[in-house]
């Protein structure tokens, strides 16, 4: 018996059909396994031979029946194929994203959504930006903010309307090398009664925040510039983005004044 039962079992789609027709129909005959599972009579026969000595059917009657552990490696065989279908769809996000930092478990991506940049290469600046926009509360950690995120950030601090309350941590001190208008508009949104502004140079290299409870996780490139987005609002998810900001931000010191 070389392969593992997750390995026979992905090996062929008759395999699992079979056990499945056991759950779902009970005992059966090779005949009527045979109406059910779209394979030949002759597959059917073969494979039953396999999971009979795998223990996971026993002849009975003329018939076959289902065992427990039998029961047991199917559940196992879809929980596995369920992780492999939500690891795909979030695979934009994951791949590109370290596994230390990013220590939630898979099941609380299930009603994410994953903003990929295949097809537009600013899709997942441009959905950041659009969950900034209104936000009445914003907490967020970046490694550092994108022109176009200090030019939104210090307009909505900054445009005669009730300000949000945003709560910045960030990688790096006060941008130095920048161009004159990026320092210019990073002093408005820093020096704004309604913003916090500190700094941790041990975070994560990716960024993440929540806006109005909705929460979002940024993929980096190697170069730091953004490659995908997560965003979603399940409990799960949420949790671990307040509670990682939570360490930062007590760890965090605050921004160096001028």
Sequence with gaps: ???????YLAGS????????????????????????????????KRTLNAMESRGWVRPTGGDYEFTALGDAILDAYQEFR????????????LEHTPAGPFDLDID????????????????????????????TRLREYAPFLLLDSVRQLAGRVDNGRPAPDVTLVLETERPGGSSPEYRERFETLASAPSVDVRRYPDGAPFAFGVADGHAFVGAAAPDGMPRALLE?????????????LDDYLAAAEPLAPE
């Design 1 to 7: 018996m070389p392969d593992s039962a997750l390995e």
């Design 13 to 44: 789609s008759v395999r699992p059909a079979v056990l499945a027709a056991f759950r779902n129909h009970g005992r059966l005959s090779l005949r009527e396994l045979d109406d059910r599972v779209p394979a030949s009579r002759r597959t059917l």
């Design 82 to 93: 369920d992780c492999e279908r939500l690891t795909d769809r979030a695979r934009p996000f």
């Design 108 to 135: 609380a991506l299930a009603d994410a959504n994953v903003v990929d940049p295949d097809d537009d290469p600013t899709a997942p600046v441009d959905r950041l930006m659009e969950l900034r926009a209104e936000a």
């Design 232 to 244: 979603g609002d399940s409990p799960e998810l949420v949790a671990w983005v307040e509670r990682t």
